[in-house]
């Protein structure tokens, strides 16, 4: 029972280096999230998807772009890597959107990714 | 501004004890609120939800209020074991959506044998 399955586990960049953050899951959700987490700071959003071909931004997404092309995957792409996106970059999902429905998020287990 | 405010500074507690920690808010109006556990190198696990017309949530030896009057929610764990060691998130729904749920900083809750 796989769930949220993120890759690469940790990455380092050189700035300008542009990379993608591959994430999957197997439960069939429609609603995918990615989210940085940086020290002291709460998760932030980045994007997130509702269904395949659906995307929007969230709270952060400057420098980032994503795409949903099927229902199981939605990579992340930084362009021009900056020393700002330094952070460890967690990928999500449910099945429904908020917590009204007594629903929950599902993590993958974590980028970390350093930009140098 | 909306504000969630999670004490920074780690929790040290015996085993054995209750532990307690604290999830603050202002600005918001939620009307849920859940509970996460976040192991080091790992994501969160969500652990409960709570509404806002519910006072307090059990499972197990883990209980969770939320006082809307006071912008507060509670988590404790009782009978705590050294295995509860993790850092525990607070993450407010307040318009619907996970696009519009905020999570605070989290609390490291280290338990001591």
């Known amino acids: 029972n796989a769930g949220v399955t993120q890759t690469p586990k940790f990455r380092i960049l050189k700035i300008g280096q542009s990379m993608t953050l591959q994430c999957t899951q197997d439960m069939n959700h429609n609603y995918m999230y990615w989210y940085r987490q940086d020290p002291g700071m709460g998760l932030k959003l980045i994007y997130y998807?509702?269904?395949?071909?659906?995307?929007d931004k969230g709270e952060v997404p400057n420098g980032y772009n994503v795409s949903r092309s099927t229902t199981e995957d939605f990579p992340l792409r930084l362009e021009l890597a900056a020393p700002s996106q330094t952070s460890v970059y967690f990928c999500?999902?449910?099945?429904?959107?908020?917590?009204?429905?007594?629903?929950?998020?599902?993590f993958g287990s974590g980028t970390q990714l350093s930009v140098l | 501004s909306q504000k969630i405010e999670q004490n920074s500074e780690a929790l040290n507690i015996q085993e054995g004890k209750t532990a307690t920690l604290t999830c603050n808010y202002t600005n918001y109006s939620p009307a849920y609120l859940q509970w996460y556990r976040q192991d080091p190198g790992r994501g969160p696990v969500f652990l409960l939800l709570?509404?806002?017309?519910?006072k307090e949530k059990r499972k197990e030896r883990l209980k969770v209020t939320f006082d809307t009057t006071l912008k507060q929610s509670l988590f404790h764990i009782t009978a705590s074991q050294p295995a509860d060691s993790a850092t525990y998130l607070c993450?407010?729904?307040?318009?619907?959506?996970?696009?519009?749920?905020?999570f605070g900083t989290g609390t490291k809750l280290q338990v001591i044998p």
């Open positions: 999500a999902s449910s099945s429904r959107p908020g917590f009204a429905t007594n629903e929950k998020l599902f």
């Open positions: 709570i509404r806002e017309n519910e």
């Open positions: 993450a407010l729904d307040h318009s619907g959506g996970y696009q519009k749920v905020t």
């Open positions: 998807s509702v269904g395949a071909g659906i995307t």
